[in-house]
């Protein structure tokens, strides 16, 4: 993947090249203390955490949320990319795990990023914040839970007419199948399975429309939708 190009393609100034170069730098640099990411090598890092998480850019769905939920955020992929590409809507990073949190804290600092907030958090207590409870136009998350698991941790936080957008693999279309039912007991509905448009990732969007309120019952309490997920 050239960057030039790549950058040029999601409308992003050829300067956001540094302000990419920088965040994989201090991510990695992180690493050395706290593992983050499986991924040491900057150019893979480049491919696998920055370019995977910008291949949003230019959704529909992004483009007219203003305020924007990373669920299990780790080292901050796909969030910190995004918030670093869209300094007009607002990002919550979240993650059960605060160091990770940390990490994020420091590098959206050094960045220079005023949109980014972190919350430490299991989604299943987060889930029942008011302050957070379907707050959201649009929720997304990467590499964190099956489908149906998944969807119990972020449909919770998606404001009605919103949406949830998880990053997965092609490899998904069952995952997605077999999730329709929680999809709909949480107010969702699966709306499309979109290839990311990076050439040869192998890697879709799976968008979930949130239609109607998700009962007050769910998310249940903290290990429950992992342990026996909704079916
Ligand atoms: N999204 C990042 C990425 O793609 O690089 C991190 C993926 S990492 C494999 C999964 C993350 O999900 C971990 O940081 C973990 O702490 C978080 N996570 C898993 N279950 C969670 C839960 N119930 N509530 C909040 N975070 C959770």
Redesign the pocket.
């Known amino acids: 993947m050239e960057m030039n190009g790549f950058l040029k393609e999601k409308g992003l100034d050829p300067s956001y090249l540094q302000t990419f170069e920088k965040l994989a730098a201090l991510t990695l640099e992180w690493n050395g203390k706290i593992n983050v990411?499986a991924i040491r090598e900057p150019s893979e890092f480049m491919h696998k955490?920055i370019v995977d998480s910008l291949a949003l850019l230019g959704a529909p769905e992004l483009e007219k949320a203003g305020a924007v939920l990373d669920?299990?955020?780790?080292?901050g992929?796909p969030g910190l990319p995004l918030a670093a590409a869209c300094p007009e809507k607002s990002f919550v990073l979240?993650?059960?795990?605060g160091k990770?949190l940390k990490v994020v804290d420091d590098v959206a600092a050094q960045l220079g990023l005023s949109n980014v907030r972190t919350v430490h958090?299991?989604?299943?207590d987060l889930g029942h914040m008011p302050e957070y409870r379907e707050q959201f136009d649009l929720v997304v998350?990467?590499?964190?839970?099956d489908l149906s698991v998944l969807a119990e941790?972020c449909l919770p936080l998606v404001k009605q007419g919103g949406c949830f957008i998880a990053y997965k693999t092609d490899a998904a279309a069952e995952e997605t199948e077999a999730a329709k039912p929680a999809i709909g007991k949480l107010g969702g509905r699966l709306a499309d399975i979109r290839p990311d448009g990076i050439e040869g990732s192998g890697h879709v969007f799976v968008v979930i429309e949130k239609r109607s309120a998700t009962p007050k019952t769910y998310p249940r309490k903290a290990g429950t939708p992992s342990k026996k997920p909704l079916r």
């Open positions: 990411t955490n669920m299990g955020t780790g080292g992929f979240t993650d059960a795990i990770k958090s299991r989604a299943e998350s990467r590499a964190v839970a941790y």
